[in-house]
C-alpha cells in the first residue's frame, strides 16, 4: 500500500516523472482558476445576481470577516494569500468525493511547500508593515537571550503546519484502505464522511494559523520597549 | 532469526507502542477541552458561536500530537528507511 500519492506515477520520460500528486494538484488549480473566471466574466451590481456569483460574494466575504476577527485590521492585504490557502486546501480535500481521487494534501511535497509559502509571507508582510528593523527587533523581543528559542519556534511551526495537514489527510486514505481490507463496504464510507468533515477542518485551520502568524508578526507589541511610543505613534498614523 | 526480521519485530513493536501511548495525552486534553467548552456554552448560551468555533480549533491542534505519532508509526510500518539499509548489507 501507498502512504503517499508521490509514488503513484501516471507518466515517466527520462528523469520527469508525472506523478498523481502533481496531477491532481493542476486539476484542482484548473477548477479553482477556470471556475471563478467563468464566475467573474459577468458579474453585475444590479439587485438580479446569479447564483454563482452569490456564492463568490459568500466565500470572500466570509473569509474576510474570518480574518477580521482573528486581529488584522485590513483584511484586503491577507485575503489573496490566506483566502487561497483556504480555498486550495478545502477544495483539495473536498474533491474526496469523487471516486479514484486522492488528495494532493495527503503528501508531505505539497503541505511542505504550503507550509513554506507561510514561513515566507510572515515576514514580508511583517517588513511591509514594520520595516526591517522593527521586524528583526522581534526576535529578541524579551531579551536578547531568546534570539535562538525564537528562531527554533518559527521553524517548528512551520514543520508542524506541514505534517498536520499531511498527517490528518494521509490517516484518512490510509484508514480507509485498511479498512476496505477488514470490512469492506459499510465502514469506509462513514470514514470517508469523517474525513470530509476533517479535510474542511483542517483547511480552515491551517488558513486560520497562517494569518495568526501573520498577525502575530505584524502587530505591534505592547513590550517594555524604548520604541513602543514610536512605533504606536507610528500606527496611529497608518491608521488615519 | 536474521537481521530483516529483526528490523520487522522492531518497527511493528515500536509502532504500536508509538500510537498506543501517544494517543494517551490527546485523548485526555480533547476530553478536557471538550467539557470545558459544553460548560461555558451551558453558562453563555449567546457565545456559543465563538466557543464552537475556538473549540474546533484547539481540538485540531491538540489531535496534532496524537496524527505525529500516527505519521511515525505509519513510517515506520510502511516506508522504514532501515530495511533498505539492511537488504542492501546483505543482511537479508
Redesign the interface.
Known sequence: ?D?STDQWVFWSYGPFELNATIVFTWAVMALLALGSWAVTANLSDSEEISRWQNLLEVIVSGIRDQIRDVGAEEPGRYLPLVGTLFLYIAVANLLLIIPGYDPPTGSLSTTTALALCVLIAVPLFAIRQRGVTGYLRNYIRPTVFMLPFNVIGEISRTI?LA??L???V??GT?IVGILISVAPFFFPIIMQLLGLLTGL??A??FA?LAMVYIASATRTHAGGDDNRGDEAAENANKGE | MDATTWVAVASIVTAGLTIGIGAIGPALGEGRAASSALMAIAQQPDESNTITRTLFVSLAMIESTAIYCFVVSMILIFANPFTDLVTQAGGG
Do not use: F, K, L
Request: aromatic fraction near 12%; charge should be positive; charged fraction near 5%.
Open positions: 500500500m502512504i508542524a505534517v498536520r499531511y498527517g490528518n494521509m490517516s490510509v477542518i483542517q480552515y485551520i486560520v
